[in-house]
Each structure stands twice: as C-alpha cells, then as structure tokens.
DNA sequence: TCCAAAAGCTCTAAAGACTAGAGCATTTAA
DNA sequence: TTAAATGCTCTAGTCTTTAGAGCTTTTGGA
C-alpha cells in the first residue's frame, strides 16, 4: 500500500507553509493531487520530491520561471540535447551572475564589519561603503 | 546657484525608476523634496546620494526596514554601532550560505551540460540535486 | 461507536516592493 | 510660440506569499 501525505504532512516534510502549497497548486506549479471523499487532498510521495525541489530551488533565489523550466527539463529527459543545453546554459550562467553578486556582496560586508569597530556611526563606514559606489571593492 | 534635479534626471542618475522614487517618498524613506511653482519635484544634491544609498542597499539585498535602520542611525551618528554591526552580520552569513547553494548547483548544472556535448541525450540530475539534500556538496 | 479537537476546505484580503496606465498640467527647446 | 517631453495624482495591477473567517472532514480517545 503506498503512503500519501496530507498536506499538513508535506507542509512538515518539505518546510513549506500549507496555504503556499495551495499557491504552488494553484499556479499549476504543482500537480492537483487526489482528494479523499470528503474532499482533502492527499499527495504521492513524487510530490513531496517535487515540493521540496521547489522549496530549495526557491531558497536558493530562483524565479517561479526558472523553477518551471527545471521541472519542464526534468520532465524531459529525453528531450533533444539543444535544448537541454540552452535551458541548461541559460540557468548556468543565471547561477554564475548570482554567485559573483553574491561574492561582491559578501567583500562588501566583511569589510563593512572590519571597519566599524564598535565606535559610533561617526566612524561607521557602513553607510559611506552604502552610499558611494565607488568605494565598492568589486563591480556589481 | 545649487544644482537640483528633477524626478526624472534623479531617476538615470540613480537607476531607479520614476514611479519608485515617489514611492520611496510616499514611505517616508525620502524627504519630500521642493516643488517648483508648478508643482513639479525638484531634489538637492543631498537626495542624489541618499536615493543613490538605498538603491545600492536594495541591490545588496538590504530590506527597506534594514534601510530605515541604515538612515535613522545615520541621523544620529553619536549612536553606537552595533546595531548596525548586527544587520550586516545576518545579511552576511546568510550571504556565505548561498553562495554555497549555488556553487553546488553550479557544479551540477556543469555537469549536465557536460553529458549534453557527445549529442548524446543527457542524464537530467538537476531535480535530484535540487530535491536531495543530502545530495548537495554543501551544506546549507 | 460517539464526539471533541485537530486539521482540512474555500474564499477573501493583506503585505511588501514596486510598476503601469489614465487623464491632465508644466517645462523645455526648436 | 507651440509641440514634445516630462511631470503630476490617483487608481489599480503585479508577484509570492501569508493570514483569517467560517465551515467540513478526519482522527483518536472514552
């Protein structure tokens, strides 16, 4: 007998607010899953794998677009490799941008940290790091 | 005779677009600024580099609250730091932990693409990247 | 088996951070 | 001077969630 979830398990499960599974449903990012007689909805474990690859895909800062097309790949696998190998590169380089932002991003804070020393904003360079660009260790 | 620019010369000069900077206004996260006697906006130097702060904190990822923190200190500059110090500690270990993310979801989208350059019909990994925690090559 | 509590259902509305459009007024530059 | 560009306010929409109201279904213990 297979298990299935109720969508208060899969909110646990997945680390995913009930009322956004809905959403997710609502949007067609996720499948209707079947309901009971009284009318709850009760999930296959494919749903929970795909939940949670949407909830982390989701953490790691994709779009709702970005997610569809990895499902659309993932859906595909036998799809001509052209197009796997736009999608794909299209998402590498997505991936890439984001962590370079991120690099920048994290230069720009630890240095922020090093020079506000505990003194008072006077000294805090936080806001002048902030406020001019120029001042940024790396481009962004 | 002070240089002033009008909403939309602020809005290149910053890369924020119109309807946003009245926004910005609208929440009280810019002054109001003077108007010309036909009511148009006219901004000091002053708003330039405060408009020109908050989009690069936007772009850092700064909450419009963490933003508010940023100026109401700056408002008060005999404050001490911490506070400040605090903000920008959160944004940076969450920062690192991205970065991670995305460095293992990297590796694995290269990998993929990879697989896709014999013409062959590649072997989709990503969703079980994406669902598996366990999977990842970091943790996070 | 019965019943209260927990969990689920739909629907509406809000939050945060913008963005777009309608319809009109003011500035600017040829 | 006059047409184009830009600005004004106001309303309403976007996207991704999240919360609440009011009702129904499931579940677990007596």
Redesign the interface.
Known sequence: MVKEYSIGQLSKLCDVKVPTIRYYEEIELLDPPGRTAGGQRRYPQAAR??L??IA??R???FSIDSIRE??R??DH???P?ED??LI??K??SD??K??KQ??A??T???A??KS?D???????R??TV??D?DQCKTQ?
Chains 1, 2 share one sequence.
């Not at 505990?118 to 805090?124: I, K, M, Q, R």
């Open positions: 794998d795909r949670s690859m982390h895909a953490d790691l800062g990895f499902i790949m993932a696998p036998s799809a490799c796997l190998d794909a590169e998402h590498l991936v890439r984001r962590i991120l690099q991003l994290e720009e804070l630890t922020m940290l506000c505990h003194g008072s904003v006077a000294e805090c936080i806001l902030l406020s660009h962004h």
